[in-house]
């Protein structure tokens, strides 16, 4: 459910973007300022509207802290603010003073890219203030930008209708044709999703652009194997372009805006429209979630931006699962495995488990083996997929952070079977298998491996064993 909660009509023109800290909403505009709320009653911040750009306003964001705003304008500078009291603290010019259409901080503080009109792009230190890198875009604006959650990449939209991945030293290691009529928006989930083929973690990228489409990529992040973006499908259901489009903060939902002056809400594991809000008069130009509170902002041309209210648990089966700890999940019955099962996308097994009688006990204890000599489950890769799906319901009930020399530096998870390679290094076999199938270099060092031998770890099993033991107690 969307419930609208507040509208805000302070600005005299099209509302371009909006951005949200942990306590405030921040909006731009045509009419040149940027205004700043509280979230805790949306009322306007005394020291707001902020003003100082000389031309229309396109984006503004918040830096990782919250302390500093940033905002780009037509007027060809980025410009820093103090969240706190207002004070402008620095205007940052962009080189060849092309229009500035897009600003993003990175995810480590001291970094602030800023994407013109032109197709360049500049990445800019926030402590001295000085250009730290910059590149360009071949053959279009530069419209749309996404860091990677751990900032060493960042993906560029321009309106050629490319999406560009670059490293922080600038280097295009990337480029796609994504959206025919260009690119206007994207954005990268900061909650990573298996993928059962190789067991690497990847994140969910959505583009939008003005042939009406949302596309949904899965792009993988890694020093040791490079890039790598993979189409995943299209969300329908706007008739217009689509200008924005935004990832909740974990990175179940996706929120789209619109010409069509609708605001859709998908959900992201299957593209399902839960909510289409069709309250904007115009054009829906902005969407953005709140970082730690069940709120959505929209902006439009109609001079307004909605808050909603939203409550997004989706009942599954007639039963959602709610509690995830070990207690509870031991304790599931029938019926509550085949919620869960509903909930990670699993349905088609419902019926085989049920017939098999698996409660939550037993669905704890399934193995590999279990799962094709008893449950009769052929596919290999159905088999990988519920038993990770099993692994992370038994990740839920450990409670601490597990030890990083017991995570597989490839898959970035607890390791049930590790082996030593000739590098060294210790990782989960079966990920290691799939990754010298395709190459004969370390994942750790990206040196020639002398040998492709894999020695079983037994210590570092039974470590691993034992630390399982004492979370569960």
């Known amino acids: 459910m969307a419930t609208l909660i507040r509208t805000l009509a302070d600005h005299s023109d099209d509302v371009n973007c909006c951005a949200f800290s942990s306590s405030c909403l921040a909006t731009c505009s045509l009419d ?9 009653n949306f009322t306007e911040l005394p020291y707001s509207p902020l003003e100082g750009h000389a031309y229309a306003v396109h984006c503004c964001c918040f830096s990782p802290s919250g302390r500093l705003l940033a905002s780009c304008s037509t007027d ?17 010019e962009q080189p060849g003073a092309s229009p500035v259409r897009v600003c993003r901080f990175s995810p480590e503080p001291t970094c602030l890219l800023a994407g013109a009109a032109d197709g360049s792009v500049v990445l800019w230190n926030v402590q001295s203030l000085k250009l730290y890198r910059s590149g360009k875009v071949k053959g279009g604006s530069l419209m749309a930008c996404a860091f990677s959650p751990n900032g060493n990449f960042f993906v560029t939209g321009s309106s050629s209708g490319d999406l560009t991945i670059w490293d922080d030293k600038m280097r295009c290691l990337y480029n796609e044709k994504a959206h025919d009529l260009g690119v206007t928006c994207c954005d990268i989930s900061s909650h990573p999703v298996s993928d059962s083929e190789n067991g690497f973690k990847y994140f969910q990228m959505a583009s939008c652009g003005q042939d009406n489409q949302i596309k949904l990529w899965l792009i993988l992040f890694a020093d040791f194997v490079g890039v790598q973006l993979k189409y995943k499908c299209t969300l329908n259901g706007h008739s217009a372009p689509v200008l924005a489009c935004s990832f909740s903060c974990d990175g179940q939902v996706i929120v789209s805006g ?10 992201s594991s299957t593209g399902n429209i839960l909510h289409t809000l069709s ?9 953005a979630f709140a970082p730690h509170s069940p709120l959505l902002a929209t902006g439009s041309m109609d001079k307004t931006v909605h808050i909603w209210q939203l409550d997004l648990k989706q009942p599954c089966a007639g039963n959602t699962i709610e509690n995830e700890s070990k207690v509870a999940i031991e304790d599931w019955s029938e019926d509550d495995v085949s919620a869960w099962l509903c909930a990670q996308d699993l349905s088609d097994f419902v019926g085989l488990f049920k017939m098999n009688n698996i409660d939550g006990k037993e669905l704890l204890s399934l193995t590999k083996e279990s799962l094709a000599n008893e449950l009769k489950i052929e596919s290999l890769g159905l088999r990988s997929k519920v038993l990770q799906k099993i692994e992370e319901l038994r990740m839920t009930m450990i409670s601490v952070s597990v030890p990083d020399e017991f995570l597989c530096p490839i898959t970035r998870e607890l390791m049930n079977d590790p082996v030593i390679a000739t ?10 298998e799939n990754w010298i199938s395709n190459r004969r270099s370390s994942p750790m060092t990206n040196l020639p491996l002398h040998s492709l031998m894999l020695t079983p770890n037994r210590t570092l099993k039974m470590a691993i064993s034992r630390w399982i033991e004492t979370q569960q107690k």
């Open 258 to 267: 619109s010409v069509d002056k609708c605001v859709i809400i998908y959900e």
């Open 32 to 40: 040149k300022t940027i205004r700043v709320y509280s979230l805790s």
């Open 423 to 432: 590098d060294g290094y210790s990782y989960e076999r079966e990920a290691m």
């Open 279 to 287: 309250q904007h008069t115009r054009y829906v130009t902005t969407c």
């Open 76 to 92: 060809g500078t980025t410009a820093l603010w103090d969240s706190r009291d207002g004070r402008r603290l620095a205007v940052l």
